[in-house]
């Protein structure tokens, strides 16, 4: 297995080398952006495009994945819409004659809940954790809209749902041969960062606590010391061997860690030597990213981030 996977994972490195967002979708004939791929054995990742959502990408721009457990199938984000969520269902079915039994919301994010409705509607359970369901329920019908903004008719068929189940901060999920463990491990990428542990194989379908190929996107909201805390102590942790991060190829703890905490490491320092320097937001905006110029969304995130991270900084 480990022999496999190394092979998928130099590929996904090569990938991340020549990465560019002008990349054409790589499988036209699926409203998906590209087919699922067998990370290992019984855990599938359709793999989104490295991008901001468009209408050529339908919204797939995160890794939709999910679990062949012998006895049910678990899917790992609801999709951008319901259109999307649909064309996976295709790809399922192609795999197996199983049963999605369950979908889990990775957050509270568009790309991971707006298709839920296609899946409640095929009496699916939901389960998100419950800062995610609170972040569905103050602004689902924003989430949407956005949505209908780019995805146009693309968008139809599409509607808020909320989850069927939640949780705090961890709940075990065991189905034919299998025990998931869905964790909630702390503040990071968003409220109700959620994370799908296998311990049995060695794999973490890590949500956006983890960025592979792009650049992270840092909210508002965000707290980017608690994020590298919480990279750094609970998910380092697991001891994962394999890694479906939220955005990238599949890959290790090492790569991960490469271009989300490291990276998260970074801007704050250049951050913190601006604020020591007097400097103020406007410069801020400009301390120097290069290092991360490769990264997919390096032209639309960069100086946002830059100011962001000032912001928080500012009152640390």
Known sequence: MKRIFAAFALVAWAGAALATQGIDDKYPQSELYDKPVEVIPHVFSAIGATAPPTYENSGHNNNLSFVVTGDGVVVINGGASARLAAALHDEIRAVTDQPVKLVINENGQGH?????????????????????????????????QRMQVYNKDKAEGTRVVAPTMTFEDRRVIEMGE????????????????TQVWIPQ??????????FHERMPPIFPETDTDAWIETFE????????????????????????????ADYLRDIRAKIADHLDAGGDLADAYYVD???????????ELATKNAGRVYEEMEWE
Do not use: C, K
């Open 112 to 144: 991971a809940i707006l298709g839920n409705s296609y899946w409640a509607d095929q009496d699916v359970d939901i389960l998100m954790h419950e800062d995610a369901a609170h972040e569905v329920a103050e602004n689902g019908d924003f989430i949407l």
């Open 233 to 260: 102590g609970p998910f380092t942790d697991l001891g994962a061997t394999y890694v479906i991060p939220g955005h990238g190829h599949p890959t290790n703890m090492a790569q991960v860690r490469r271009y989300t």
């Open 178 to 193: 299998v025990t998931l463990e869905v964790l909630h491990l702390g503040p990071a990428h968003g409220p109700g960062d």
């Open 201 to 210: 194989w060695d794999i973490v379908i890590a949500g956006d606590i983890a």
């Open 289 to 299: 990213q290069s290092r991360w110029s490769h990264l997919d969304t390096f032209d």
